[in-house]
Each structure stands twice: as structure tokens, then as C-alpha cells.
């Protein structure tokens, strides 16, 4: 929704990828003859990682390739049987069997981290990690690195794309990191070295170094060396505890928790146990026991001002969390500072909730009447990756504007797609507690596996991550303020105007990807930093569906939208839609006809007197084509002429055809008023229609027209009601004044 979908403009490089595979498939099951040896496979990576060094200032575009998806290995690792490099067979998933590698070269890292690893047997070959993060979050070197061990279950066996042989691995729980103790290593492989007595305070004390040394990875790797050596209760408890802070370091907050001691009882006292738990509950929005356990710990420390802080930080998240309360100016100025955008905001679920519809498969309702421009979601970003727009590489947070094909699915987005995915994959691996709110999302066909864990640990498929962005990520810019005023600072009528661009930086909004497609839609959502506001554009009694729309039906054919939507496996049936199909295509020819002729009318006028007259006409007749009336069928192509001509009419001071002239720009989206002439009746929106950006103009010109009649009262509504356009397409009306007035 919103991305930047490229499917035509690299059709032919999805079909070219799409050969490849068809020809690497020709080979699966072979095992190749023509094998590299060791030191020729050392000497060109190495030469490569030598050669492959950034260079600045560069524009280049990378692409990910989506493999045929495969599913992750869900078999105990007892119930796995070793196996061999030279045992491989190209193009096959090994099931049943695991891997043990030694690296002998450092990483090189582009799409995955890569590095030359030997079995026992001194074969070797390329080993690619995929979805594993990026350097700034875990250097390359923290993954693998000389001597690093690794097990990789049920490999899977390729031809690469320079066409020589290796393994692909794209589920991250599909590799282990062994440690030194691991009755699996070979002998060959055993350190020589004699080490000193490895007692659990030996290692505790080398997991603080690591920490004071910000090794947060190597600080759990000791700390948990320690956890198993003989300790004490209290050795114990102060090792879990530091663990604790390594895993909040790592965005681990699960074990975080887990290693707090949480929950906690009335005579638990210690701090630092506390603070980390608050700290590990906060992360995972868990605001209202984040506030009992800040509570319990100023109760009893109750000079620790930095927890009184935290409390308050903590509180203002929860109040967010239940009541909606935001203060949105801010917002606005923070996620104008912050870069990456990513604001620690809660999300505020409203009187909404999730239902089977009669054919759509489930969608989002209200559970009470609301009006035009209540707030129905203002939710946070389960992730989001937000595009450096060539301002942020290297920059922690930002994400490279990469090209994702998946040749399988017949797919290609230009934008951060591929990051997306990687960090979505990481989180889920860190955080299985918060799996069920994603993977539980629309996936189309694709059938994951059941089982969440294996070995204790979590299960991550990949290539179900992959189908549920696909399906459910939006395009987001930082602020649908910015968008507003880039839609309507040009002025110029029918010119060549700006339209909304799909945008490169993307997420997932969990609750909001239950709502369903609706041209003709009855909400809209607006973005601040990687919130989505989610606000009603019209009224709905209890019980009716939300939708708004996937893609902007303005300014398209039939086609092309159901070409669109063809994404989700679906064709919108709206009035609008059922129109367009039973629409005759020399009516379509007349329409576009009389559009170029109106271009043109208000093109040649430049510096001279504008022939009011004939444009009237030229409206009036493209008006004629259209045979249901704009409240049930919208004209989605006739309000941006008339608001041109309205502004006409206030340049010549008329104020009668101005104000006429808004109450058509209105008509013609859909909109019913009553009231707007110079009778006693009250300037009143009876229902509202589709609400493009410019109507917030389009109200304050009739704010103008109503108060040069004299009409006060009327005046003051028009303002109102271009608040709430305001507020239905940014999200808030709180920074109104300051743009508007």
C-alpha cells in the first residue's frame, strides 16, 4: 500500500532471474565433480574482501533475489544425523541432517554476511547468512569470524550467483553457534591452549569487561558460561542480572525479563532487577506492569530519581495506550528532528475491533457511532525501515533504498523492503512473544510451519515474514503534514500537480493491516514518524466496516487499479468501480476530450482575462457524462477543475459564484451541505464524501465567501469543517492554526 511497486519497470530482470533458477533447478541433486579446491576458494574471497571496501558518495541500487521459499528446520537437534560437504547435492534442502563448519577467513558482508568455512574433512565452501543485522547493530565479526563454529541445520546446497557452489542459509534459527564446550567439535578443532580454571565469578568478571567494552554478544556468551559452572544463590542472581542488561543492550527483552526475575513479590528489593524489568516491559509495551513494577521499586527506594522518570515516561504510555491522549504538535516537531523518525509513543487501539466479514476474511469495525474525524487508530510501527533518501548512510536506524525481486511471486519493490524483512526476522528471533501479532497476519497461500520453538529456541521462517510484508507492509513518508503542503502548494489549475508518490521507507502497522480496501472508503490514515493515525472520514454507525484504500483511484483506469489490487487476490467491488466497468469507452474518450480541453483553456489564459464562460461550459458538459449521481458515484476527475475555477471566482470578487463553486467542488466528491447561500439555514455537512487534501482550501474558501456575505456564524462552521478535513488527512488539527491562519 503506498510502496513503490516496480513489477513493469524490471520485468525483464524478474524473468531473467526467474531463467536462472529454472536452470539451477536442471541441476538439484547433482553432486558436482568440479569443485574448487581449498586454497583457491581462500584466495579469491579474500582477494574480493580486500578489493570490496565502501566507497562514499555512491548511488548504486542493490538487489535481493527471494529464493523459492522453503520452510525452516523444525527437528530436535538430537534427531539430526551429521553429515559432510562432499556429501551435498546442488539445489536440494538436506532434511534430517546438520552441518558443522569452522570458518577460515573473516566475513564479507553485502545482502548476507559470507565467509569460507571447512567441515572436519578440510572441504570447503562459501557459507551465505542471510537477514542477519546490519554492521552498526552487530559488526560482521560478532556472527562469524576466524575460528568461529558454526552448525547449520538441514543445508541447503546451491550454485551461487558467480556460479561457483555453496550454502544459502535465509533462516536465522536454522544456525547455531557452538561454544568451546560442545561435545560436537572434532578434536582437530580444540583449543591447544591451556586456560585457567574457568570458575563462574572468572567469567562473570570477563562478561563485565565485555559489557564495559560494549561486546554485548560476548557478555552473554560468559554470562551464561558462569550460569553453568557451580555458583551460589546470590552469584546466580547477580549473574542473571547482568545477563539481563547484555540482553537489553541486544533488543533481547524477552530474556531480559525472563532474566530479572520477574515477576516479582512484595519482598523482592533489588534495583537493578527492577529497573531491568520496568526497562524490559517498557520495550515490549507492556506499559500498565512497567508502572506497578516502577511503583513497587520507589516504594522502596524512594529517592531514585531516576526511576520517579521512568514512572512518569511510563505513565504517559500507558495513558496513551488507553485513552488516546497524544499531544500531536509535538509529535510533529520531534519526528521533524529525529532521525530515523522512530518515536517512543504508544499505540492507542479505539472503539474498533477485529470480525470475520461475509467474503473478505477479516477486517476492522467500530463498536460505537463515531463522526468524520474521530481517532480510530494511532498506532506504533511493529517495525518500520525508514529510507535514507541518500541522507543517512551509515547513520544507525536508516536503511538503504534496495531493490527486492522475488522472481517466484512475479514481484518487485523498490524501496527498503529487503531491510524490512531483516529486522522484522530479527525481532521475531529476539522476541517470540510478540510473534503472534504478526505471523498471524494475512500471508495469502504461503503455509509456515506450526511449531514456534525447537530446542527451546524460537523458530523464525522467513519466507512467511517475506509473504506477510508483501501483503500488509505500507509505503510511509515522516509526516503526511510534509505530503499535505507538497499536494497543495501548487496552485496552478490543471497543471501537472504532485500526486502522492509511493514512498521507498515502509513498515507493518499491525492493527491497521486488518482493514480492508474500499475506493469509496470511509477512513483514512495519515503518518507522523512511524505512527499511523487511522482517523474516520466520515460518519459510521456501530457495527460498520472500516476500510480506506490501498491504492488512489484517482486519475487511474479500471484496469490499472484492478491490476493493483490483483496483489491481494481481489476485485473492489465499490459503486465506484461498478461504474467505471459499465461505463462505455466512447463516454471514457468524450471524458478525456473534454479534460484536455479544459487544460488548455486554463494553460492559454496565463496573463490574460480568463474565459470564464467557456470553462463553465467545457464543466458543465464533462458533468453531463456522468449518469449516477456524485453522492452515490464520486467524480473523482471533475473537483480539482472546479476548485481552479472557484479561484477564479475569488479573484473577480463574486462572491455568489464563489461560494457556489465550493459547494461543487464538495458535491462532485461525494459530500451533501445544506445552508450554503444566504438563507436562514445553517451551513451544515449532511454526509461526508471522499476527502482529497485540497478541501481544507476549499472550506476556507467558503469561510471567505460566507464572510463576505455577512454570514458570521456560517463563516465560523466552514472554518470547522476545514479543520476536520485537516485533521482527517495529517492526522491532527493541532498544528492548524499555525499553518493556516
Given at each position: 500500500?503506498?510502496?513503490?511497486?516496480?513489477?513493469?519497470?524490471?520485468?525483464?530482470?524478474?524473468?531473467?532471474?526467474?531463467?536462472?533458477?529454472?536452470?539451477?533447478?536442471?541441476?538439484?541433486?547433482?553432486?558436482?565433480?568440479?569443485?574448487?579446491?581449498?586454497?583457491?576458494?581462500?584466495?579469491?574471497?579474500?582477494?574480493?574482501?580486500?578489493?570490496?571496501?565502501?566507497?562514499?558518495?555512491?548511488?548504486?541500487?542493490?538487489?535481493?533475489?527471494?529464493?523459492?521459499?522453503?520452510?525452516?528446520?523444525?527437528?530436535?537437534?538430537?534427531?539430526?544425523?551429521?553429515?559432510?560437504?562432499?556429501?551435498?547435492?546442488?539445489?536440494?534442502?538436506?532434511?534430517?541432517?546438520?552441518?558443522?563448519?569452522?570458518?577460515?577467513?573473516?566475513?564479507?558482508?553485502?545482502?548476507?554476511?559470507?565467509?569460507?568455512?571447512?567441515?572436519?574433512?578440510?572441504?570447503?565452501?562459501?557459507?551465505?547468512?542471510?537477514?542477519?543485522?546490519?554492521?552498526?547493530?552487530?559488526?560482521?565479526?560478532?556472527?562469524?569470524?576466524?575460528?568461529?563454529?558454526?552448525?547449520?541445520?538441514?543445508?541447503?546446497?546451491?550454485?551461487?550467483?558467480?556460479?561457483?557452489?555453496?550454502?544459502?542459509?535465509?533462516?536465522?534459527?536454522?544456525?547455531?553457534?557452538?561454544?568451546?564446550?560442545?561435545?560436537?567439535?572434532?578434536?582437530?578443532?580444540?583449543?591447544?591452549?591451556?586456560?585457567?580454571?574457568?570458575?563462574?565469578?572468572?567469567?562473570?568478571?570477563?562478561?563485565?569487561?565485555?559489557?564495559?567494552?560494549?561486546?554485548?554478544?560476548?557478555?552473554?556468551?560468559?554470562?551464561?558460561?558462569?550460569?553453568?559452572?557451580?555458583?551460589?544463590?546470590?552469584?546466580?542472581?547477580?549473574?542473571?542480572?547482568?545477563?539481563?542488561?547484555?540482553?537489553?543492550?541486544?533488543?533481547?527483552f524477552d530474556a531480559a525479563l525472563c532474566d530479572s526475575g520477574f515477576p516479582f513479590s512484595d519482598s523482592d528489593h533489588n534495583q537493578k532487577a527492577l529497573f531491568r524489568a520496568a526497562d524490559s516491559l517498557?520495550?515490549?509495551?507492556?506499559?500498565?506492569?512497567?508502572?506497578?513494577?516502577?511503583?513497587?521499586?520507589?516504594?522502596?527506594?524512594?529517592?531514585?530519581?531516576?526511576?520517579?522518570?521512568?514512572?512518569?515516561?511510563?505513565?504517559?504510555?500507558?495513558?496513551?495506550?488507553?485513552?488516546?491522549?497524544?499531544?500531536?504538535?509535538?509529535?510533529?516537531?520531534?519526528?521533524?528532528?529525529?532521525?530515523?523518525?522512530?518515536?517512543?509513543?504508544?499505540?492507542?487501539?479505539?472503539?474498533?475491533?477485529?470480525?470475520?466479514?461475509?467474503?473478505?476474511?477479516?477486517?476492522?469495525?467500530?463498536?460505537?457511532?463515531?463522526?468524520?474525524?474521530?481517532?480510530?487508530?494511532?498506532?506504533?510501527?511493529?517495525?518500520?525501515?525508514?529510507?535514507?533518501?541518500?541522507?543517512?548512510?551509515?547513520?544507525?536506524?536508516?536503511?538503504?533504498?534496495?531493490?527486492?525481486?522475488?522472481?517466484?511471486?512475479?514481484?518487485?519493490?523498490?524501496?527498503?523492503?529487503?531491510?524490512?524483512?531483516?529486522?522484522?526476522?530479527?525481532?521475531?528471533?529476539?522476541?517470540?512473544s510478540l510473534a503472534p501479532a504478526f505471523t498471524t497476519l494475512y500471508h495469502g497461500t504461503y503455509e509456515g510451519v506450526s511449531a514456534p520453538k525447537v530446542d527451546s529456541e524460537p523458530i523464525v521462517d522467513t519466507f512467511l515474514v517475506e509473504r506477510v510484508i508483501s501483503l500488509n507492509s505500507f509505503g510511509c513518508p515522516v509526516s503526511s503534514l510534509n505530503t499535505h503542503f507538497r499536494l497543495c502548494g501548487i496552485q496552478s489549475p490543471l497543471s501537472e500537480r504532485e500526486t502522492l508518490k509511493a514512498h521507498h521507507s515502509c513498515g507493518i502497522w499491525t492493527h491497521a493491516s486488518f482493514i480492508n480496501h474500499c475506493c469509496i472508503s470511509n477512513a483514512r490514515r495519515a503518518f507522523i514518524g512511524n505512527l499511523m493515525i487511522v482517523r474516520a472520514s466520515r460518519d459510521m454507525e456501530a457495527g460498520t466496516e472500516i476500510t480506506f484504500g490501498y491504492h488512489n483511484p484517482e486519475g487511474k483506469s479500471v484496469k490499472e487499479l484492478e491490476k493493483k489490487l490483483s496483489h491481494w487476490g481481489f476485485v473492489c467491488g465499490c459503486a465506484l468501480c461498478q461504474d467505471a466497468r459499465a461505463t462505455d469507452a466512447v463516454v471514457f474518450t468524450k471524458r478525456r476530450k473534454l479534460m484536455e480541453d479544459l487544460k488548455q483553456v486554463f494553460k492559454s489564459s496565463s496573463g490574460r482575462r480568463f474565459p470564464l464562460e467557456k470553462a463553465e461550459r467545457l464543466l458543465d458538459a464533462l458533468n453531463q457524462t456522468y449518469t449516477h449521481s456524485a453522492e452515490t458515484v464520486p467524480r473523482l476527475s471533475l473537483w480539482d477543475p472546479q476548485l481552479a475555477l472557484t479561484r477564479q471566482y475569488a479573484a473577480q470578487n463574486n462572491a455568489s459564484k464563489y461560494l457556489q463553486s465550493t459547494v461543487k467542488v464538495l458535491n462532485v466528491l461525494g459530500y451533501v451541505v445544506v445552508g450554503a447561500d444566504s438563507s436562514p439555514t445553517r451551513f451544515t455537512v449532511v454526509r461526508w464524501g471522499v476527502p482529497v487534501d485540497h478541501l481544507v482550501e476549499t472550506f476556507l474558501h467558503m469561510r471567505t465567501a460566507f464572510a463576505a456575505m455577512g454570514l458570521q456564524e456560517d463563516s465560523a462552521r466552514a472554518k470547522e469543517y476545514a479543520k476536520t478535513v485537516y485533521k482527517i488527512v495529517v492526522g491532527e488539527n493541532e498544528t492548524f492554526e499555525q499553518n493556516y491562519d
Open positions: 500500500m503506498d510502496v513503490h511497486n516496480v513489477d513493469q519497470e524490471y520485468a525483464e530482470l524478474i524473468e531473467s532471474q526467474r531463467q536462472t533458477m529454472r536452470q539451477a533447478q536442471r541441476r538439484q541433486g547433482q553432486r558436482p565433480r568440479d569443485r574448487r579446491s581449498r586454497d583457491f576458494t581462500y584466495t579469491k574471497f579474500m582477494m574480493a574482501l580486500l578489493s570490496n571496501r565502501p566507497k562514499e558518495n555512491t548511488n548504486l541500487i542493490h538487489s535481493s533475489i527471494i529464493p523459492p521459499a522453503y520452510p525452516p528446520c523444525t527437528t530436535p537437534m538430537n534427531d539430526l544425523r551429521s553429515t559432510a560437504i562432499k556429501n551435498l547435492q546442488l539445489e536440494t534442502h538436506h532434511r534430517g541432517t546438520y552441518l558443522l563448519l569452522r570458518s577460515i577467513t573473516p566475513p564479507s558482508r553485502m545482502t548476507a554476511i559470507m565467509a569460507v568455512m571447512e567441515d572436519e574433512s578440510g572441504d570447503v565452501l562459501m557459507v551465505q547468512l542471510y537477514q542477519q543485522d546490519d554492521e552498526i547493530k552487530r559488526p560482521a565479526t560478532d556472527v562469524v569470524n576466524v575460528g568461529t563454529i558454526l552448525l547449520i541445520k538441514e543445508p541447503y546446497f546451491k550454485v551461487m550467483a558467480d556460479g561457483e557452489y555453496g550454502l544459502r542459509v535465509d533462516h536465522v534459527s536454522d544456525v547455531t553457534h557452538i561454544q568451546r564446550d560442545n561435545a560436537r567439535i572434532p578434536e582437530a578443532w580444540k583449543s591447544r591452549s591451556v586456560e585457567r580454571e574457568r570458575s563462574a565469578e572468572s567469567l562473570k568478571a570477563k562478561g563485565n569487561n565485555s559489557m564495559e567494552n560494549t561486546k554485548y554478544w560476548d557478555a552473554i556468551t560468559e554470562y551464561s558460561d558462569a550460569l553453568k559452572c557451580s555458583a551460589t544463590a546470590d552469584q546466580i542472581d547477580i549473574i542473571r542480572r547482568n545477563r539481563s542488561l547484555a540482553f537489553l543492550k541486544t533488543k533481547q517498557y520495550n515490549l509495551d507492556r506499559f500498565s506492569e512497567c508502572c506497578q513494577v516502577l511503583e513497587l521499586l520507589l516504594t522502596n527506594f524512594p529517592h531514585n530519581s531516576e526511576a520517579s522518570m521512568a514512572l512518569d515516561r511510563a505513565q504517559s504510555r500507558s495513558l496513551e495506550q488507553t485513552a488516546g491522549v497524544y499531544k500531536f504538535k509535538q509529535l510533529q516537531a520531534k519526528a521533524k528532528k529525529l532521525h530515523p523518525p522512530n518515536l517512543d509513543h504508544a499505540t492507542y487501539i479505539g472503539p474498533v475491533e477485529i470480525r470475520q466479514t461475509e467474503s473478505k476474511g477479516r477486517g476492522l469495525f467500530v463498536t460505537k457511532p463515531v463522526q468524520a474525524g474521530d481517532l480510530l487508530l494511532c498506532e506504533k510501527a511493529f517495525c518500520r525501515a525508514h529510507a535514507d533518501e541518500g541522507k543517512g548512510v551509515g547513520i544507525a536506524g536508516y536503511s538503504t533504498i534496495n531493490l527486492l525481486i522475488n522472481p517466484s511471486a512475479n514481484q518487485g519493490f523498490m524501496g527498503t523492503q529487503p531491510d524490512l524483512i531483516k529486522l522484522i526476522v530479527q525481532k521475531l528471533y529476539r522476541n517470540p
